[in-house]
């Protein structure tokens, strides 16, 4: 069973750091691109990163570029989102996806999303002082 679980997620104040990670279980996520979406209360999910397993690429959404960072860790099957900077309107749920079909070679994907294969259940990051 392909399975993705993020953890790492909690409460940061303002201009603060957090890293939150993503690991599978039941398949090898270097076989995967993977995308970090965010959901915020009362608003639609947005993707706002992704890292191709074909190139290796990274991508970013404007309102993130310069503070997110993702990367992976093959050994650990995990794909990592390093958070710096954080500003208020970052809270929401953050969870991952991975397909096998690359949709992170240009940018990051916008709505309509593809289908991707499979999903995590979220974390909650929360910043507020």
């Known amino acids: 069973q392909l399975q993705l679980a993020e953890s790492g997620g909690g409460l940061v104040q303002p201009g603060g750091s957090l890293r939150i990670s993503c690991s599978a279980s039941?398949?090898?996520?270097?076989?995967?691109?993977i995308g970090w979406f965010r959901q915020a209360p009362g608003k639609e999910r947005e993707a706002i990163s992704c890292?191709?397993?074909?190139?290796?690429?990274?991508n970013y959404v404007d309102s993130v570029k310069g503070r997110f960072t993702v990367s992976r860790d093959n050994a650990k099957n995990t794909v990592y989102l390093q958070m710096n900077s954080l500003k208020p309107e970052d809270t929401a749920v953050y969870s991952c996806?991975?397909?096998?079909?690359?949709?992170?070679?240009?940018?990051?994907?916008?709505?309509?999303?593809?289908?991707?294969?499979?999903w995590g259940r979220g974390t909650q990051v929360t910043v507020s002082s």
């Open positions: 996806a991975a397909d096998a079909v690359d949709f992170c070679i240009i940018a990051v994907p916008r709505p309509p999303y593809p289908t991707l294969d499979v």
């Open positions: 039941g398949f090898t996520l270097d076989d995967y691109t």
């Open positions: 890292i191709s397993h074909s190139t290796g690429m990274t």
